[in-house]
C-alpha cells in the first residue's frame, strides 16, 4: 500500500458509488490529518482511509479488499467505521489474528437530490453553542469521558440545529458529526411527540444541502422510531453497514 497526499486520484473510485463512500467523502473534508493509502499511485483499484482509531477499506473488488487488508498496517486494537456488512464480513474472515471487541449494527440512509428543493426556504433555526455542550453530552447515547470533547468539536466546527425552551434552554437539538451524517438527534423526555424532531430534522438537512454535502444518517438497525422518522423526511433505505472494532489476539488465541 502506498500513502498518497494526492487524494484527488479516489475520485473514480468514490463518483462510482457515492452511497458507500459518504462517510469518506465527510472525513476527507472535515479532518486533513487523516490518511489516504492506495494500492497503486497511478490508477488505483482501492484505497484505505485511517483515521486515528478508524479505518475504511474501500474497493469493488473483495480480491483487493483482502489484498490491501493483508498488506496494510494494522494497529492492535483497531475500528472500522459504517462499513457494508459484505466488506465487513470479508474484514473479520480474512484477518484471522483478530477478534472481534465490540459492534453495532446499523443502516445507512440518504436524501435523494430531487427532494433538496423541498428544504431551500426554510427559516433557519439556531446553532448549538458551546455553552450547551452540558447538556448535549448529559444526553448523548454514548456518553464517555471523551465524549464532551468530540461533541464540542462536533458543534465549533460543523452544522447544528436546536429548538429551546422559555429560559433558553435545548429541548431538542441535532448535529452533523465528522463523518458529515446527521445524528446526535435528541428531544428531552417532556417535550416528545409534538412534531419537534421532525422541525430539527428538516433544518439540519437545509443547512447540510446548504454546504454543498449530501444528507445521510446512519441509524442503529433496531431504532425503528429513527428509521420511520428518517422515511418521513424523504430518506431512502440504501444498505445495512457495520461499526465494529476489532483487536489482535494473544499469541495462545491465535
Known sequence: MY??????????????????????????????GIKI??????????????DDYWVIPYSKDEDMVRSMLSS???????????????TAEIVM???????????????????????????ENLEGLPYLQEQDIEIVDRYYTYRDETSREYLLECIK???????????GSPISWALVREDNSLGVMYTVSDYRNKGLAKIITADLIHKTIARGN??????????????NLAKEMGFVFWDKILWFGLRKKSRKEE
Open 3 to 32: 500513502l498518497t497526499d494526492n487524494w484527488s486520484i479516489i475520485d473514480p473510485l468514490i463518483r462510482d458509488n457515492i452511497a458507500a463512500n459518504l462517510n469518506t467523502i465527510g472525513r476527507m473534508k472535515n479532518n486533513k
Open 37 to 50: 493509502y492506495v494500492d497503486n499511485l497511478e490508477s488505483p483499484r482501492g484505497f484505505v482511509l485511517k
Open 72 to 86: 496494510f498496517p494494522l494497529t492492535d486494537e483497531v475500528g472500522f467505521c459504517g462499513i457494508q456488512n459484505k
Open 93 to 119: 474472515k480474512h484477518l484471522k489474528e483478530y477478534e472481534l471487541a465490540w459492534d453495532e449494527d446499523c443502516e445507512l440512509f440518504y436524501l435523494p437530490e430531487e427532494l433538496y428543493s423541498k428544504y
Open 157 to 167: 466546527n460543523r452544522p447544528s440545529s436546536k429548538l429551546t425552551n422559555q429560559e
Open 214 to 227: 449530501i444528507p445521510y444518517v446512519h441509524i442503529r438497525a433496531d431504532n425503528n422510531a429513527s428509521k
